[in-house]
Nanobody, 124 residues
Framework: VQLKESGGGSVQTSGSLRLSCAAS????????MGWFRQVPGQEREGVAT???????AYADSVKGRFNISRDNAKDTLYLQMNNLKPEDTAMYYC???????????????????WGQGTQVTVSS
């Protein structure tokens, strides 16, 4: 599976963005998927994950503001980001792996299947 993100950009505080991740290759529907983000000089942070069965999980910092979803017919993962804050500024990465029932956030953190990233910048 290869992953390609799009939809990043620059917005003001309280704005919204929708990130997309197009997957190529077979087996998309069997993968658990997620979004991670990273600020230069800081560790990568798990933002949201979605299992093959649709179960979702979110970092506390984005709960109630972000929504992760997937369209298996289009092999695409989404992240709807609302009420954006300056601290959401980061490079956002799409990640995939087979989770085999394990916690997606932990499995995806060590996955080798990452996209190239898309930059999100939120100004105050």
């Amino acid at each position: 599976v290869q992953l390609k993100e799009s939809g990043g950009g620059s917005v003001q505080t309280s704005g919204s963005l929708r990130l997309s991740c197009a997957a190529s290759g077979e087996g998309f529907s069997r993968y658990c998927m997620g979004w991670f983000r990273q600020v230069p000089g800081q560790e990568r942070e798990g933002v949201a994950t979605i299992d093959a069965d649709g179960t979702t999980a979110y970092a506390d910092s984005v709960k109630g503001r972000f929504n992760i979803s997937r369209d298996n017919a289009k092999d695409t993962l989404y992240l709807q980001m609302n009420n954006l804050k300056p601290e959401d500024t980061a490079m956002y990465y799409c990640v995939a792996d087979q989770c085999w029932g394990l916690a997606a956030m932990q499995v995806l953190a060590i996955s080798h299947l990452w996209g190239q990233g898309t930059q999100v910048t939120v100004s105050s």
